[in-house]
């Protein structure tokens, strides 16, 4: 008896590590921009639109010193949500909910932060 408790309590709190780990999500590394209500994270092979959460915000509070213009990108590595679900204003196929900023950094150069100025 006291062996199957023993054994019940060992999976009960496996499982449950186990859901905490999908719960944080995966680490992403990419170009980072947060312009008006809108953010997406590009790496080098796709591009996710940014489910605006607090975690966004807080990042993107920690960008702006680092930026030049408004559109220019920050590197950033982030642990995320990612989903594909259909969302009423992201309408990128890949979507991601941050959960945690691991680090921020500004691009290396100005070559990275090619934008199209249009008159203001």
Same mark, same amino acid.
């Given at each position: 008896?006291?062996?199957?408790?023993?054994?019940?309590?060992?999976?009960?709190?496996?499982?449950?590590?186990?859901?905490?780990?999908?719960?944080?999500?995966?680490?992403?590394?990419?170009?980072?921009?947060?312009?008006?209500?809108?953010?997406?994270?590009?790496?080098?092979?796709?591009?996710?639109?940014?489910?605006?959460?607090?975690?966004?915000?807080?990042?993107?509070? %920690? +960008? @702006?010193?680092?930026?030049? #213009?408004?559109?220019?990108?920050?590197?950033? *590595?982030?642990?995320?949500?990612?989903? !594909?679900?259909?969302?009423?204003?992201?309408?990128?196929?890949? %979507? +991601? @909910?941050?959960?945690?900023? #691991?680090?921020?950094?500004?691009?290396?150069? *100005?070559?990275?932060?090619?934008?199209? !100025?249009?008159?203001?």
């Amino acid at each position: 008896m006291k062996k199957s408790i023993i054994l019940f309590t060992c999976l009960f709190f496996t499982f449950l590590s186990c859901k905490q780990e999908q719960k944080s999500g995966e680490i992403i590394s990419g170009d980072y921009v947060f312009h008006g209500d809108a953010a997406v994270l590009q790496t080098d092979t796709l591009i996710y639109g940014v489910i605006i959460n607090e975690k966004a915000h807080e990042l993107n509070q %920690k +960008i @702006e010193p680092l930026k030049k #213009l408004p559109t220019d990108m920050v590197k950033v *590595e982030i642990r995320g949500v990612i989903n !594909k679900e259909k969302h009423e204003t992201i309408l990128w196929e890949d %979507k +991601i @909910e941050i959960t945690e900023i #691991l680090k921020v950094e500004a691009l290396p150069n *100005e070559d990275n932060n090619n934008v199209i !100025k249009l008159n203001q």
